[in-house]
């Protein structure tokens, strides 16, 4: 069973950052991935196992930077210029596989998500 540990949500004003963090019980490839209530999970950002692809989605490109830190178990998802919009539950999400030829990320395993708040 793939463990995984979530840290870093919280409130936010908008233009500002945040950082998430996401550790794995193991070296996976892992992402992130959004959930606002009554609309349906949608990918964020993915990396590789060696970190040497990352792929994100078109409303956050530019904007957040998914990396490894330190052991290839965990991985941060670095926020900035946050807007309103981006307020939702955020999830990690590790194994599983991404389409190189569209970078869409079907993962095997999700945390337990962590609440993202963007104040306008």
């Known amino acids: 069973q793939v463990q995984l540990v979530e840290s870093g949500g919280g409130l936010v004003q908008a233009g500002g950052s945040l950082r998430l963090s996401c550790a794995a019980s193991?070296?996976?490839?892992m992402g992130w991935f959004r959930q606002e209530p009554g609309k349906e999970r949608e990918f964020v950002a993915a990396?590789?196992?060696?970190?040497?692809?990352?792929y994100y989605a078109d409303s956050v490109k530019g904007r957040v930077t998914i990396s490894r830190a330190g052991a290839k178990n965990t991985v941060t998802l670095q926020m900035n210029s946050l807007e309103p919009e981006d307020t939702a539950v955020y999830y990690c999400?590790?194994?599983?596989?991404?389409?190189?030829?569209?970078?869409?990320?079907?993962?095997?395993?999700w945390g337990q998500g962590t609440q993202v708040t963007v104040s306008s």
């Open positions: 990396i590789t196992l060696n970190g040497g692809r990352t």
């Open positions: 193991g070296p996976f490839t």
């Open positions: 999400a590790a194994a599983g596989f991404i389409e190189t030829s569209s970078g869409t990320y079907h993962p095997g395993y």
